[in-house]
């Protein structure tokens, strides 16, 4: 390999840096939401220097942006993306919901879910960052009713069902299990969670044996 086609050594350490950082960032304002997020926090988390962490965000506004876009992420690789194994239709659908389930009962996040905690802190403060929050929430809606539509179009949803009403339904019940199962019993929330989105597909499919029974 020419020199010039070798990866700059600095550069990927760098990167990899960046990454631990929001990552890091990701999961305090899981907590605290993105206004608890400051430079001289997330290096005193790393135990890198503040000083270091410039090189890569000079302001607040920048880092808060940053932080939603690898939380995206994380969100798509940890939910979106194993539901992408299922059957597409209504069985994919409940994997997607079932996947958002796991990511909340595995602690992937201290606070359960960054976008529970970002979107109550910036819904009524106008600007980039909330802008980028409610992107976020409009985008993850609309592959939810994408699956919808999707299992609707297969015929193995009934072709009456109010595709935006199950969309609103299925993401509501996972949302509440975010401070629901922190402040209740965890397993009792999440069986609710469960069997709620399960017996609603079952209930709007044209052949309910291919979902399962509980």
């Known amino acids: 390999m020419a020199d010039s086609e070798r990866p700059d050594g600095r550069r990927v350490r760098g990167e990899r840096t960046r990454q631990a950082v929001l990552d890091t ?37 920048q880092l808060q942006l940053d ?36 990511f909340y009962a595995e602690d992937v996040l201290p606070g359960g879910c960054f976008f529970a905690a970002v979107q109550t802190e910036f819904d009524d403060r106008p600007g980039a960052v909330r802008d980028r929050v409610a992107q976020s929430v409009v985008d993850w809606v609309r592959h939810i009713q994408d699956l919808v ?5 297969l015929g193995e949803l009934r072709a009456d069902v109010d595709a935006a009403q199950l969309t609103f339904e299925i993401d509501a019940l996972g949302e509440a299990v975010v401070t629901r199962s922190r402040l209740m019993d965890r397993a009792t929330v999440l069986a609710q969670a469960h069997r709620a989105v399960l017996e609603r597909l079952r209930s709007c499919c044209t052949d309910p044996s291919i979902l399962p029974e509980s």
């Not at 940890?78 to 659908?93: E, I, N, S, T």
């Open 149 to 153: 539509e999707e299992a609707i179009a």
């Open 25 to 61: 960032a990701v999961a305090l304002a899981s907590v605290d939401g993105l206004d608890g997020l400051s430079l001289a926090r997330l290096s005193g988390a790393l135990g890198v220097s503040k000083s270091g962490l410039f090189t890569h965000w000079r302001d607040k506004e």
């Open 67 to 102: 932080v939603i876009d690898r939380a995206r992420k994380q969100w798509g690789a940890l939910v979106m993306r194993p539901a992408q194994d299922a059957p597409a239709g209504v069985r994919r659908l409940l994997a997607l919901h079932e996947a958002r389930l796991a």
